[in-house]
């Protein structure tokens, strides 16, 4: 059992586009900042083990409440996918607290980046990944982890609060979707139906 504080990391390119989402404790930061490797909270072993695919870090940037950790250098393997730039755009400009970034209309295929990765880990289930943990943990454990993120957006109140539940409650969404056989594009098509 984590006796520990435990805080969400998210994994971004060079370019600052996220593409995973990871739990970590200060123990985590603490040996990825020592080993310029990313280390991860193992939920259900309550271990700090390294994230798999041996990823070089760039930045860690501690947010109020989560971590950001940038991936160096492009090209690297995470898991079984590899990191790439499939759109130009700028950087962050490095300011570490604004939480709240206007994202251009076709940055919204972050989601389906997201659903691929998950789909992928449904199949794959590597170890020491927290969609792993959920996968075989089974249906009604991912039902009620969904419901639980909805709590906690609808108990948010400061605008980072707000958009930091709303992602952890569209990831756990993508991961049910995929664990009912539904996945996020027929859920996609029905909200096109309603515009």
């Not at 980046?113 to 792993?132: C, D, F, H, M, Q």
């Amino acid at each position: 059992m984590v006796n520990e504080a435990i805080y969400p990391g998210v994994l971004c390119d060079r370019e600052g586009r996220p593409y995973d989402a990871v739990l970590v404790t200060e123990k985590a930061v603490m040996k990825s900042r020592e080993h310029r490797r990313l280390w991860v909270l193992h939920r259900e072993t309550g271990r700090v083990l390294p994230y798999p695919g041996g990823s070089e870090l760039g930045e860690i940037a501690e947010h109020e409440g989560w971590y950001r950790f940038t991936i160096d250098p492009s090209g690297a393997e995470v898991g079984t996918h590899k990191l790439e730039s499939k759109t130009s755009g700028e950087s962050e400009s490095g300011n570490s607290t604004r939480i709240a970034i206007p994202l251009p209309l076709e940055e919204l295929g972050v989601l389906q980046r997201v659903a691929a990765t998950i789909a992928e880990r449904k199949n794959s289930l590597p170890e020491g990944s927290y969609t792993t943990y959920l996968f075989t943990q089974g249906l009604e454990k991912i039902r009620k982890k969904t419901g639980e993120e909805a709590i906690e957006l609808i108990l948010a109140e400061r605008p980072e609060e707000i958009a930091a539940e709303a992602a952890d409650l569209l990831y756990h969404l993508t991961v049910l979707l995929e664990a009912s056989g539904v996945g996020l594009s027929a859920a996609l098509e029905a909200l096109r139906t309603r515009e």
